[in-house]
T-cell receptor, first 110, second 111 residues
Framework: NAGVTQTPKFRVLKTGQSMTLLCAQDMNHEYMYWYRQDPGMGLRLIHY???????AKGEVPDGYNVSRLKKQNFLLGLESAAPSQTSVYFCASSYGLAQYFGPGTRLLVL | GEDVEQSLFLSVREGDSSVINCTYTDSSSTYLYWYKQEPGAGLQLLTYIFSNMDMKQDQRLTVLLNKKDKHLSLRIADTQTGDSAIYFC???????????FGTGTRLKVLA
């Protein structure tokens, strides 16, 4: 099992550009999550999904959209990137007991 | 809403025990977790404890839960340099789907 994988590992964007981060899990978990991690702020929940075709807003959803068309994939989109979105993004999946995290995507917005 | 707090830094000598502390606000939290994050990596689940337990031991790790004080601790026995990392405490309340994380404690192990 690969667990939770994230693509890409690193990306540089210019302000205003768009991009999609892909998260995939092979553990048949129902729940999936997107977090961002910034220095001194721990993990903040952006969006989450409790099943295929469903999504919900987390703590910091503005500027992001998500989709869960397949159970194993959870996509995070940035419509118009801003420097404030420079961060490390983590995807996680869960079966309701504990979360399992991907290795992260480091995003730099210039 | 739920809040989880941790101290930011802890420094110990190799071979000593480390104790990382966490407090949480929601007494109805169902599960409490400890995660480890090494530089440039994701969070790795170390252990978790159900809210109806007081203690859980797993090799060098001991988790203590004081429900009355809403205090969780992680003790690492015989701390090694490989234990240097950021440790996150997290709380989960069944039915909410959300995990609330502390800001993390950076553990530095001195040789």
């Amino acid at each position: 099992n690969a667990g939770v994988t994230q693509t890409p590992k690193f990306r540089v964007l210019k302000t205003g550009q768009s991009m999609t981060l892909l998260c995939a899990q092979d553990m048949n978990h129902e729940y999936m999550y997107w977090y961002r991690q910034d220095p001194g702020m721990g993990l903040r929940l952006i969006h989450y999904s409790v099943g295929e075709g469903t999504t919900a807003k987390g703590e910091v959803p503005d500027g992001y959209n998500v989709s869960r068309l397949k159970k194993q994939n959870f996509l995070l989109g940035l419509e118009s990137a801003a420097p404030s979105q420079t961060s490390v993004y983590f995807c996680a999946s869960s079966y309701g007991l504990a979360q399992y995290f991907g290795p992260g995507t480091r995003l730099l917005v210039l | 809403g739920e809040d989880v707090e941790q101290s930011l830094f802890l420094s110990v000598r190799e071979g000593d025990s480390s104790v990382i502390n966490c407090t949480y606000t929601d007494s109805s939290s169902t599960y409490l977790y400890w995660y480890k994050q090494e530089p440039g990596a994701g969070l790795q689940l170390l252990t978790y404890i159900f809210s109806n337990m007081d203690m859980k031991q797993d090799q060098r790790l001991t988790v203590l839960l004081n429900k009355k004080d809403k205090h969780l601790s992680l003790r690492i026995a015989d701390t090694q340099t490989g234990d240097s990392a950021i440790y996150f405490c997290a709380a989960y309340k069944e039915g909410t789907y959300k995990y609330i994380f502390g800001t993390g404690t950076r553990l530095k192990v001195l040789a």
